[in-house]
């Protein structure tokens, strides 16, 4: 059964930067278009970021030029690199798998908090 293993969270300060990491363990995410979102409390769950299994990449406007996708095949791994982090980007953020009719796999979820 394939899984999808979140790492990178933390505390970190208005202006800081974290790396987030997806890693794929019993499944390969080069055949998967890969997302990064984002769930702050009392708010709907948002698509941050995408990248598609050949290298598309969409980022939500607000994170626009400060959030970038990436993605090693040979590490089977997908990172959210943030920059620049901003107190309304705390949120616990999911890395999800997408097949061809449904994100197929999750990830457990890691919190991200910026205090300012």
């Known amino acids: 059964q394939g899984q999808l293993v979140e790492s990178g969270g933390g505390l970190v300060s208005a202006g800081g930067s974290l790396r987030l990491s997806c890693a794929g363990s019993?499944?390969?995410?080069?055949?998967?278009?890969m997302n990064w979102f984002r769930q702050a409390p009392g708010l709907q769950r948002e698509l941050v970021a995408s990248?598609?299994?050949?290298?598309?990449?969409y980022v939500l406007n607000s994170v626009k030029g400060r959030f970038t996708i990436s993605r090693d095949n040979a590490k089977n791994t997908v990172y959210l690199q943030m920059n620049s982090l901003k107190p309304e980007d705390t949120a616990t953020y999911y890395c999800?798998?997408?097949?061809?009719?449904?994100?197929?796999?999750w990830g457990q979820g890691t919190q991200v908090t910026v205090s300012s």
């Open positions: 990248m598609s299994s050949g290298g598309v990449t």
């Open positions: 999800a798998a997408q097949g061809l009719f449904s994100y197929d796999y």
């Open positions: 019993g499944l390969d995410l080069s055949n998967y278009d």
